[in-house]
């Protein structure tokens, strides 16, 4: 790319006021090297619109089961995704301490708690449990989804995860919600209420090896919340289990 980066440093104003200049002079360069990456390295990767994101729908690599209301669903730059009727409850325990690598441990921590029909769950402030989705969601080998809050649940001081917001190139399953209520009020949530947002990245070029593939995929095709299962990552032995 010495061509483009020479360019780039005397004309930078130029490629600024006319974008499409960097795309000519990308290919130029590709096609002098004999390497044909076309677009992929002439235009950045942006986050999918409305449009993308119904077209992948259509076309069917891109998965999300149910959507029963697509016109609500579809945002203009992401889709709302509902909330599931399973739960997680971190139970108040008096131990010293508990080690995630030790299943026996973080199983006795957690309670599962399943909302009837009509009913709520009602998020107490500090409190973190673990949701799910409603969706199953199916990500092509070249998107990568990230998990966000809405708004209007984060202005009730609810966020939906802690860490696990970007979910894999090939993953497939329902997501696990990481729900916590920073605020000082009980907040009550429905089973079927929009919950969460997905947006959808393109890869510079599809993952050689998808979520699901090798490297110990242990959340591949879950159902409903899943708990820790740090206990199977290679780090830890079988004799700390």
Not at 208 to 233: F, H, L, W
């Amino acid at each position: 790319m010495l061509l483009f980066q020479i360019i780039s440093i005397h004309y930078q104003s130029w490629l600024l006021k006319y974008p499409f200049l960097r795309v000519v002079l990308v290919l130029v360069e590709e096609a002098l090297t004999g390497s044909f990456y076309l677009f992929r390295r002439a235009v950045p990767h942006m986050i999918l619109s409305d449009t993308d994101l119904l077209k992948r729908l259509e076309e069917g690599d891109l998965v999300i089961d149910p959507l029963d209301d697509i016109d609500m669903q579809v945002q203009p730059a992401s889709i709302d995704l509902r909330l599931g009727a399973e739960f997680l409850e971190f139970q108040r325990t008096n131990i010293s301490c508990i080690h995630p690598n030790r299943e026996d441990e973080v199983s006795k921590y957690i309670r599962e708690t399943v909302v009837e029909e009509g009913d709520e769950f009602i998020l107490h402030p500090g409190d973190f449990v673990l949701g799910t989705t409603a969706e199953r969601v199916e990500i092509p080998p070249d998107l990568v989804a990230h998990v966000e809050g809405r708004s209007s649940l984060g202005r009730l001081a609810v966020v939906v995860h802690a860490t696990a917001g970007l979910c894999d190139p090939g993953y497939q399953g329902q997501i696990t919600l990481e729900l916590s209520n920073l605020g000082s009020a009980p907040v009550a949530l429905t089973p079927g209420m929009r919950i969460s947002q997905l947006t959808f990245t393109e890869l510079t070029s599809p993952a050689a090896r998808p979520y699901g593939e090798e490297r110990g995929s242990k959340y591949q095709n879950q159902k409903g919340p899943q708990a820790s299962k740090i206990g199977n990552d290679p780090e830890f032995s079988k004799t700390e289990r």
